[in-house]
């Protein structure tokens, strides 16, 4: 199929000026600033089109921005629009990990399937095209309920292959397990996970599973991505041996800390510390601002704590900093439409970044940061890549953060996914309920 797209706004490479832009055979075979007597009388404007934009035409963006697909580097698909099976009276993180894990053993491996695609396929129609999403992996309630949940997971990124990639990343706990959940996380490689991950800051002894996990991953040559020091606590530290593990087994670059709330509220002095020594093991950062702000700071009685990361004393520092979801709709978040764009605007909030540049480095936060994070090979939009980006109803940065542009439009690998049009925007989205556990 050929895509042909005039007066396309590149925001991401110059707003000041409006490009032509032609895929074919699921490439960008050219990306070029337009000619000012650029011919549209042969063109349909966009905004004339019914449902996907499948077209032999050229199609007239009229100045609406093209970015690449979004990359949401921290989701929890599996466990996403649960909320109706499994609720949270309490609103805590404890009581949403405990009455998850009640209720896991229940769920069949078609219901978790299904979950993980159709919110995959959500992400999607709002211009994801990337998702690396943690696995939970309750290994202490027997073998066949942890990989219930691992083979519901290859299934679908097979499943929604071309159309949105899926990296998974497994949720290890050896500290009860001990061997037998090494040997069953390095069973999980095998079977064709991407990499491995954990929340070492729950277990009593974080430092000897921070260990492992570097120890088995390096064998395999996987990256590593982990929950850090999702707590109030400016006590809690994780991040401090992750970083010492990554220097000590090069992996900058492969190594991510998410969440780090315990950051926030630690003096000044003290998290600065702590962030040069991420910058010098190049340890990358993806804050999760809508859950963060939701669960955190619940014991406060004032002032109360907001749980967002230093996200500017990161960046400032150099250390690439990623915005991602976490949860959908489950007892850990109440909300979320699996929407970047969405997301950057918490961020922007949470952060305090409203500024013409910051709002691009939102923007990049949630494309090239964390694509690079994700390693992901042949991501953007330049001859020659793969031709996967969303058009949004804005024609400038700002006006994108205004309005989050409910209209979308979508392409995956040269091919139109998903046409999410005002009009059918909450048609689109799936039906929410609501339970709460029984007392
Ligand atoms: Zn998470």
Redesign the pocket.
């Known amino acids: 199929m050929e895509i042909q797209l005039i007066n396309a706004s590149l925001p991401l490479e110059d707003e000041s000026r409006l490009y032509a832009m032609h895929a074919q055979g699921g490439r960008w075979t050219s990306v070029a600033v337009q000619d000012e007597d650029v011919c549209t009388a042969n063109a349909v404007r966009l905004s004339d089109i019914e449902g996907l934009p499948e077209t032999g035409r050229p199609i007239d963006l009229e100045g609406r921005m093209v970015l690449p697909g979004f990359v949401d580097a921290?989701?929890?698909l599996d466990k996403a629009t649960s909320i109706a099976a499994v609720g949270n009276r309490s609103g805590t993180l404890r009581e949403a990990i405990d009455n998850y894990g009640a209720k896991v053993a229940g769920f069949t491996k078609a219901e978790i399937k299904q979950r993980i695609v159709s919110t995959a396929l959500m992400a999607l129609s709002r211009g994801t095209t990337h998702i690396r999403t943690?696995l939970d992996f309750h290994l202490n309630q027997g073998r066949e309920i942890a990989f219930r949940t691992m083979e519901a997971a290859l299934e679908a990124r097979e499943e929604l292959k071309g159309r949105i990639s899926l990296q998974l990343i497994p949720m290890c706990s050896f500290e009860r397990m001990g061997a037998a959940g090494v040997e069953a996380a390095e069973e999980l490689l095998k079977l064709g996970m991407d990499g491995l991950g954990g929340?070492p800051h729950l277990g009593s002894d974080p430092k000897t599973e921070i260990s492992r996990i570097f120890a088995l991953a390096s064998r395999y040559g996987v990256p590593v991505d982990f929950?850090a020091d999702?707590s109030d606590d400016p006590a809690r530290r994780t991040v401090v041996p992750i970083a010492h593990r990554t220097i000590e087994y090069e992996y900058g670059g492969r190594a991510t800390a998410?969440?780090l709330c315990s950051l926030a509220s630690m003096p000044p002095g003290e998290a600065g510390e702590i962030i040069g020594l991420m910058a010098e093991a190049r340890l990358a950062a993806v804050t999760?601002p809508a859950?963060n702000l939701y669960l955190q700071g619940r014991e406060d009685c004032g002032p109360i704590r907001r749980g967002v990361t230093r996200v500017k004393e990161l960046l400032a520092a150099g250390v690439p900093v990623a915005v991602a979801s976490?949860?959908i709709q489950d007892p850990?978040h109440p909300f979320g439409r699996a929407d970047l764009v969405q997301i950057a605007t918490i961020a922007s909030y949470a952060a305090h970044m409203g500024g013409a540049d910051e709002l691009r480095a939102l923007l990049r936060m949630i494309t090239e940061v964390p694509a690079a994070i994700m390693q992901l090979e042949d991501y953007g939009i330049r001859e020659g890549l793969p031709a996967s980006f969303v058009i949004v109803d804005a024609r400038s940065v700002q006006r994108l953060f205004i309005e989050e542009s409910p209209s979308r439009w979508v392409v995956s690998n040269g091919r139109w996914v998903s046409a999410a049009v005002r009009r059918e925007w909450s048609a689109a989205a799936p039906a929410v309920g609501s339970a709460e556990m029984p007392r």
Request: charged share 15%; no cysteine.
């Open positions: 921290h989701m929890h943690h929340a929950h999702e998410g969440h999760l859950v976490d949860n850990f």
